[in-house]
């Protein structure tokens, strides 16, 4: 009984020294440039069940991607590691917002925040030359001029079709022939 009792004190007191910290690569990022944002834990040692409530959306950003959790152990502290890269397309100053985070260890748990990040967003220096500037390199396109296939195609069909109707001929004279023969029997 008394055993129970010292582990029922001890338990809350492993909660209480979980370490829960964000940090980003950058304060300021251009539009459409990545950030690296990183949400490390610190557990006392094993056993602990960690549930971070990250949505896919946050206002003003874009998710790119997020790793999984990456575990490493020093001096018997449990260092949990997770990256998300996340992308902005409005210029302003946005928060990357602060996050629920619940530690629990069997039936005790305990819940933090994790600290917001302010995040600058801008564009990139403009060009004050005024020089214009093609995007790509100019290529050189090679132009095939399909004239003279067009001309021996309508000379070629000229021909064929010319042919047919000779044919054609031939066969209405030998038929006006043959009933030019039934005519003079006729009374």
């Known amino acids: ?22 940090r980003a690569d950058k304060a300021g990022i251009l ?59 409005d210029s302003g100053k946005w928060p990357i917002p602060a996050y629920p985070v619940t530690i629990q260890k069997g039936n005790n748990f305990k819940k933090f925040l994790t600290d917001s990040v302010m995040v600058n967003v801008g564009y990139s220096v403009a060009d004050s030359t005024n020089e214009l500037r093609d995007i790509k390199p100019l290529m050189e396109v090679e132009v095939v001029d399909y004239f003279w296939w067009w001309v021996a195609g309508g000379a070629l069909l000229a021909i064929i079709s010319g042919n047919s109707d000779l044919l054609v001929l031939e ?7 043959a009933f030019a023969a039934y005519q003079s029997f006729s009374l």
């Open 1 to 22: 009984m008394i055993i129970l009792q010292l582990l029922s004190c001890l338990l809350p007191m492993a909660i209480a020294a979980q370490n829960v910290g964000v």
């Open 31 to 89: 539009i459409g440039e990545p950030l690296q944002y990183e949400i490390v834990v610190k557990l006392p040692g094993e056993g602990f069940t960690l549930d971070i409530d990250i949505p896919d959306t946050i206002p003003h950003f874009e998710v790119l991607s997020r790793t999984n959790f990456d575990t490493t152990i020093v001096s018997g502290i449990y260092n949990l590691h997770q990256k998300i890269t996340f992308t902005s397309f």
């Open 171 to 177: 066969e209405v004279e030998e038929q006006r022939t």
